[in-house]
């Protein structure tokens, strides 16, 4: 028995959240003891995750009420459950809403992330990681803090140094930067991507390697100078042949371009040939001025020289693709070798913190599942899945779809249903990792089961006009994207939009829709730019339709990059400061001020040579405009807060977190109004800084200039015109949509921009994976299919982007884009508009009349209490004094400071057994000596007292003596200073901390490290661990004294 696969390709407002909805209510009402626990529905936001559980849950509650607002649910369900009356019906749903609510856990309406990560997490032990692992999504810091890790550790005579050498001079040659810290930064970024990690292995072993490294560079510039030299031979013997006949360039017609042509392959500069050396090599007689061509005698050596020079022609072809191939293959070599490094720093990182990158989950699970394995792995989340649902399928991944298909296919052998939904028009997040072609092709993935496409062609989003323009725009625009394709009669895009065409569900003729083309030539403005004119329009068009009655908050600007949104939040908030603005920049914890003075003060409270910061805190902690006016000399100091400046050295003392509840209350920020969702979600991400790092605060000025200034706050809707990107307008539908920055590149290549290839021709076959820049060069190379696929992606992508953007409006649409149109051809979105609306067309297209009307979506109060609109509550901030403190001496400052006083010891505060405790406790296995102490350094502890080296030295010696060595052999899993709880015979808590307990197999070790004399409450404090240790359930514990300085290892016994 097969189960069935339904496909749902939904167009943009196709009510695709409704189908989903009723496809699942009726599953749970088809069998509402135990259905709920077997259906996984898998979105792609947590946004679209909380709509569909709302949505459901909600009509449930509607349908046991047998309320209107559920009417149209119960007519869409109704065929799905035949022979129950409507009656049975609501008591069905009354049921499974009951049992829903009371085991929430089990309801799976989740995103792709959060569903692969609990089957991770249930299968932490077969994976090897600890039980309490966490999940982080932050890439950039973690790979970026791999990289400075690695660049920081690098060591004399090992084979790394020699890379980063290397790679340093070959940018030097080449008259580019010589830090190359960044360029590695951004090739790391691939650690995490998923056509790396499907290769990673293979590609791992091939650049492990030096030597096998070396010579396929070398064979591959040998190749390239044997290919040069075959065509700088060629060029010069057709000028040896026509030296031969006496004839010289000048004999030729136009000859001055044969010889600019010979001299650059001379020079082995390939470049291709003019259109007077394409007509010397179809015909002889070309080479000739008309005189000359009636003297039979030089038309044969012109047939002579031209059969010559085709040769020729054939070498610089050869040596044009043998150069590319050569140059686009070894650009990135350098810092490829370096991934393989980086990602082992990674992962030690990632070990040091109990976490695991969320973009790792995906091929962890895949080559866990395997071919065999699904129903094992999917058990272990927890459930068997009878019905499984993915929305947004064109945004799933290749790893993602694999490990999906696994499960699928389990479900469909068993005669379950499954469900795809998706859009290949709305398929935005290539850079995620997002591949539409697995739903276009869903087809061939179950070419053994049936699969049943169905096509959602109603538009409930939009008016008729604005569905008519968008029909006619996207149909002709796929079109004439197909002509850029460089295979002849191409229509894939075309195909890929044959669904465009919907139909209104709204009766009438409404809507409106407007192009305007901004030409600053034909409005005779040359002090102009087209922006400004744009914008000037835009500001005139957003307040006629406020004039006519349209409330700003129905409106949305969408822009392409963050920096035209930017852009124009900086020129409404010159030229139009009475429309109110609402974008993702206002939400920034950078833009509150309270949490900007907090930064500023701490920013002080490091360095008190920071005027800057002082002067902020004084502006805006408690000093008045005019006494700035007033004061002279020294202002800020002058007009700073006096306490902050007084108790400076007693609040560094304070622990981070409270040292932020401090200053809060010091500035009486919690009195601030409109601050305390700002301060709120700021000290939730201190808390999350310090489960990760220590109580720092330079450290954590670090993280807020490179991730926190960035974090926006969850906020309630705003009255104000919105400003957003596409990317973020996905998913969303806004009565008018404006569009002023219509004029995106459509292929244009970029810097960063790289391509992974998988080259089949030898000697490039001898790496498995290679990163290729993407540049014009790799049309004539090995890699130009892969090149011209990425562009034909680029041409998709951007279609798309048009396609999402457009299909956002309920009502109006206004475009604005450039009036004159590039001369490289359909270049940009600009002449894609062009060329799709007429070339002749003028500066205005419209079509209808503005609708300033908003009528509210259809939302009755019939006492539906899951889908009541929820009121916005206000907030406040209060601050209460701790009664329990704690101080840090900062004393460790003290060991920089005296460092030439030979009578005063750094012993004075940390005796060197102290230090060498530290040192011993920070160690996992003998390769991190190193690494243990250059951070020790990084904080200041090792002084010119205490020198590296000796501390080296001494740590060698004892961790290589047998009985010490194993236990840092990197085979034991480790507990270090790990606190063990437990009470006393009167019932206090007792805390206990070992050193060093290791554990292997059944075989259980506690290690103390001592530095002083042997005593005998040393063992006994090693039987007390013994003794917890045996009674947490540990067989037969063994427990050590290593008395370090004089290497003595003692065993104790319990």
């Not at 954590?700 to 596409?726: K, M, Q, Y």
């Not at 562009?791 to 998709?796: A, D, E, G, N, V």
């Not at 307990?997 to 075989?1003: A, G, S, T």
């Amino acid at each position: 028995m097969n189960g069935n696969l339904t496909v749902y390709k939904a167009s943009a407002g196709s009510g695709k959240t409704f189908t989903l909805a009723t496809r699942c209510i009726a599953l749970l009402l088809a069998a509402p003891a135990s259905s709920y626990r077997h259906i996984l529905a898998v979105t792609f936001t947590n946004k679209a995750t909380a709509e569909m559980k709302e949505r459901i849950l909600g009509q449930l509650f509607g349908l046991s009420r047998g309320l209107p607002s559920s009417a149209d649910y119960l007519n869409t369900v109704r065929p799905a459950l035949p022979g129950l009356s409507d009656e049975e019906i609501r008591q069905r749903a009354a049921d499974v809403l009951r049992r829903i609510v009371h085991d929430y856990d089990r309801f799976r309406v989740t995103t792709i992330d959060s569903f692969f990560q609990s089957v991770v997490t249930n299968m932490a032990h077969e994976l090897g990681l600890s039980a309490n692992f966490r999940v982080d999504i932050n890439d950039t810091d973690v790979i970026d803090q791999a990289v400075d890790r690695l660049m920081a550790g690098l060591q004399p005579n090992t084979a790394v140094l020699r890379w980063v050498i290397s790679y340093i001079r070959e940018r030097i040659d080449d008259n580019r930067r010589w830090d190359i810290t960044r360029e590695v930064k951004r090739l790391a970024r691939n650690l995490l991507r998923e056509r790396y990690l499907m290769l990673e292995n293979r590609l791992r072993d091939a650049l492990s390697d030096e030597e096998r490294l070396n010579g396929f560079r070398q064979r591959l510039r040998e190749q390239d100078e044997a290919a040069a030299d075959h065509m700088e031979s060629a060029a010069r013997y057709l000028e040896e042949v026509m030296e031969e006949h006496g004839l010289g360039f000048e004999a030729f017609s136009r000859g001055s371009a044969l010889a600019t042509y010979l001299h650059k392959l001379v020079d082995r500069l390939p470049d291709a040939p003019s259109a007077t050396v394409e007509a010397y090599l179809s015909n002889p007689e070309k080479w000739l001025r008309k005189a000359d061509q009636k003297r039979p005698e030089l038309v044969a050596v012109c047939e002579e020289l031209r059969s010559i020079l085709e040769t020729v022609e054939n070498f610089r072809q050869e040596y044009a693709q043998a150069h590319s191939n050569y140059v686009l293959t070894t650009a990135n070599l350098g810092p490829l070798r370096l991934l393989g490094e980086i990602g082992r720093e990674l992962t030690h990182i990632n070990e040091e913190a109990n976490r695991f990158m969320l973009a790792k989950v995906p091929i962890l699970l895949n080559r866990l599942i395997g071919s065999d394995d699904a129903p094992f792995v999917f058990e272990k989340a927890g459930t068997t899945f009878l019905h499984v649902m993915i929305d947004e399928f064109q945004d799933t991944s290749t790893l993602q779809w694999r490990n999906f298909k696994t499960l699928l296919l389990e479900n469909m052998a068993a005669g379950n249903s499954c469900l795809l939904v998706g859009d290949v028009k709305q398929s935005i997040y290539r850079f995620r990792g997002g591949d539409w072609g697995i739903l276009d092709g869903i087809r061939k993935e179950f070419p053994h089961h049936p699969v049943d496409v169905q096509e959602l062609t109603t538009n409930y989003r939009s008016q008729q006009r604005v569905i008519d323009f968008n029909n006619r725009f996207f149909a002709r625009a796929a079109a004439i994207l197909d002509e850029l394709s460089p295979t002849e009669g191409d229509d894939r895009i075309a195909r890929l939009y044959a669904d465009v065409a919907q139909q209104c569900a709204a009766d009438g003729d409404g809507g409106y829709v407007r192009v305007h083309f901004t030409d600053r030539r034909a409005a005779g403005d040359d002090n102009r730019s087209a922006d400004d004119l744009r914008m000037d329009d835009l500001e005139t068009q957003v307040r006629l339709l406020h004039a006519a009655g349209l409330p700003y908050s129905a409106m949305a600007v969408l822009v392409r990059w963050n920096k035209e949104a930017a852009a124009l939040i900086d020129r409404f908030a010159t030229d139009c400061p009475d429309v109110p603005l609402v974008s993702d920049e206002a939400f920034l914890l950078a833009a509150s001020e309270a949490v900007q003075l907090l930064i500023h003060a701490m920013r002080y409270l490091a360095d008190p040579t920071d005027t800057i910061a002082l002067a902020f805190v004084a502006r805006h902690g408690n000093a008045v405009a005019a006494d700035w006016a007033a004061c002279e000399g020294d202002r800020p100091t002058a007009l700073a807060h006096t306490e902050f400046i007084s108790r400076r050295e007693a609040l560094l003392t304070l622990p981070l977190y409270e040292l932020q509840e401090e200053l809060i209350r010091l500035f009486g920020l919690d009195q601030r109004p409109g601050q305390a969702a700002y301060l709120m979600a700021y000290l939730d991400q201190v808390l999350a800084f310090l489960d990760d790092n220590p109580s720092d605060v330079r450290l954590f000025l670090e993280h807020w200039n490179d991730v926190l200034s960035g974090v926006s706050i969850p906020a309630a809707e705003v009255e104000g015109l919105r400003v957003l990107t596409i990317h973020k307008s996905k998913g969303l539908q806004f009565h008018t949509v404006l569009l002023p920055f219509c004029d995106w590149p459509i292929e244009r290549d970029r810097p960063d921009d790289l391509l992974w290839c998988e080259p089949e021709e030898a000697p490039y076959n001898e790496l498995p994976l290679v990163p290729v820049p993407t540049r014009s060069m790799a049309r004539d190379s090995i890699y130009a299919a892969d090149y011209e696929h990425e562009h034909f992606q680029r041409r998709i992508e951007n279609l798309n982007l048009l396609y999402v953007a457009f299909t956002r409006a309920e009502k109006n649409l206004l475009v604005w884009t450039k009036g004159y149109a590039s001369p490289k051809g359909t270049s940009t979105i600009c002449d894609l508009i062009k060329k799709t609306l007429g070339d002749e067309l003028d500066d205005t297209f419209e079509s209808g009349s503005p609708v300033t009307t908003v009528v509210g979506h259809r939302h009755t109060d019939d006492g539906n209490r899951l889908t009541a609109r929820p009121e916005p509550l206000g907030i406040s901030f209060h601050t209460y004094p701790s009664r329990v403190s704690f101080r840090q001496s900062n004393r460790s400052q003290e060991f920089i400071a005296q460092a030439g006083d030979p009578d005063r010891r750094q012993g004075e505060y940390i005796d060197q057994g102290i230090l060498l405790h530290k040192i011993f406790s920070a160690l996992d296995t003998v390769a991190d000596v190193d690494r243990v102490l250059d951070s020790f350094e990084a904080e200041g502890l090792l002084g010119e007292q205490i020198k590296k080296d000796s501390l080296r030295r001494l740590i060698c010696r004892r961790l290589s003596s047998p009985q010490t060595a194993q236990w840092f052999d990197g085979s034991w899993q480790l507990f270090r200073e790990v606190a063990i709880l437990s009470r006393d015979t009167e019932g206090r808590l007792l805390v206990r901390r070992p050193d060093r307990v290791m554990v292997r197999n059944d075989e259980t070790v506690v290690v103390d490290f001592k530095f002083g004399k042997q005593r005998e409450e040393h063992n006994t404090q090693v039987r007390e661990y013994l003794g917890l240790l045996s009674d947490m359930g540990r067989p037969s514990p063994r427990g050590f004294l290593w008395y370090v300085f004089t290497n003595t290892v003692v065993e104790v016994n319990s």
